[in-house]
Nanobody
Framework: VQLQASGGGEVQAGGSLRLSCAAS????????MGWFRQAPGKEREFVSR????????YYADSVKGRFTISRDNAKNTVYLQMNNLKPEDTAVYYC????????????????WGQGTLVTVSN
């Protein structure tokens, strides 16, 4: 499967962006999907995950209440709605497919998109 993330850009603090992740190739709706991010000079970190049905979602504490993950299985697309963005949200955001294991660990994800850059300025 190939994952193509889009929707990144530059926004002022307090603004919003919506990221999209389109899956192509040998896709299946029966995978949990998620997002990670990597800020400049920092390690990559878990942001959010959504179950294959969309019925369960998980968030890092740092984004809880501000970000919302969703999916449209008919379109093979996952979204990350980001509101009330802060400068510390500046990072490259990666769309990922969960292959099994602890949802917050990178090793639990078996497919990664190329990343889309989000820059939040003061």
């Amino acid at each position: 499967v190939q994952l193509q993330a889009s929707g990144g850009g530059e926004v002022q603090a307090g603004g919003s962006l919506r990221l999209s992740c389109a899956a192509s190739g040998r896709t299946s709706s029966y995978y949990d999907m998620g997002w990670f991010r990597q800020a400049p000079g920092k390690e990559r970190e878990f942001v959010s995950r959504i179950s294959w049905s969309g019925g369960s979602t998980y968030y890092a504490d740092s984004v809880k209440g501000r970000f919302t993950i969703s999916r449209d299985n008919a379109k093979n697309t996952v979204y990350l709605q980001m509101n009330n963005l802060k400068p510390e949200d500046t990072a490259v955001y990666y769309c990922v497919r969960h292959g099994g294991g602890t949802y917050s660990l990178e090793s639990s994800y078996d497919s990664w998109g190329q990343g889309t850059l989000v820059t939040v300025s003061n």
